[in-house]
């Protein structure tokens, strides 16, 4: 069954580094999506991503980050100076379309920044 | 979108049927109602959606009543792998992107 893949699954970076981290969706997927989940609390949405640019973003996502799909397979999820309560689980997930389509998410990345 | 009220947390027996409630009584006529699990710190798992009919798959059955403004998850038979936290999503029609809000979800633990 296909699955959505992440890399790598734990991270630690120091504070101020920039950080990728790497998803591959599911290949029939058109629309792709980043959540995070700081430990103890639920899961947020970051950003949405369809035909090349963002669809929607939040108000997490803001200039630090940024998103790619630099060939036809990776999705990637860039923090560009990272901070302390960046520490988080990051999730990949993507769907073949909108409302009636499910998203499947990865096993996601554990970012520790110290 | 509209919101979701959930219960924190239910106790199950092991092969016992699990119901779950949700009410998202401000759902629009576009949105779907969708369910997911986490298991521990792992990547939410989609379980089943549903529009206005009733549905059914290998994991669950979602119950949704005529007025759409509650639901119920049907686990037939829990499991201990069945422990999890459960989230119900109402989730936003066409051309909004197709964001997934997540609430605090309930809390399912069953129990031998």
């Known amino acids: 069954e296909p699955e959505v893949t992440q890399t790598p699954s734990h991270q630690v970076t120091q504070m101020g580094q920039e950080v990728i981290l790497r998803c591959v969706p599911i290949?029939?997927?058109?629309?792709f999506y980043w959540y995070r989940q700081i430990l103890g609390q639920k899961v947020e949405f970051l950003v949405s991503?369809?035909?090349?640019?963002?669809?929607?973003k939040s108000e997490i996502f803001d200039d630090q980050f940024s998103v790619e799909r630099p060939d036809g397979s990776n999705f990637t999820l860039k923090i560009r100076s990272t901070k302390l309560e960046d520490s988080a689980m990051y999730f990949c997930?993507?769907?073949?379309?909108?409302?009636?389509?499910?998203?499947?998410f990865g096993p996601g990345t554990r970012l520790t920044v110290t | 979108d509209a919101k979701t009220t959930q219960p924190t947390s239910m106790d199950c027996a092991e092969g016992r049927a699990a119901n779950l409630p949700c009410n998202h009584s401000?759902?629009?006529?576009?949105?779907?109602v969708y369910w997911y699990r986490q298991i521990h710190s792992q990547g939410p798992q989609y379980i089943i959606h549903?529009?206005?009919n009733n549905e059914t798959n290998e994991m669950a059955s979602l119950i949704i009543t005529e007025d759409r403004k509650s639901s119920t998850l049907i686990l037939p038979h829990a499991t201990l792998r069945d422990t999890a936290v459960y989230y119900c999503?109402?989730?936003?029609?066409?051309?909004?992107?197709?964001?997934?809000?997540f609430g605090q979800g309930t809390e399912l633990s069953v129990k031998p």
């Open positions: 991503f369809y035909n090349n640019e963002i669809s929607e």
């Open positions: 999503i109402v989730r936003v029609g066409y051309n909004q992107g197709g964001k997934l809000i």
């Open positions: 290949s029939n997927h058109l629309y």
């Open positions: 401000t759902i629009s006529g576009n949105e779907y």
């Open positions: 997930a993507s769907s073949e379309g909108l409302a009636e389509y499910e998203q499947y």
């Open positions: 549903g529009l206005k």
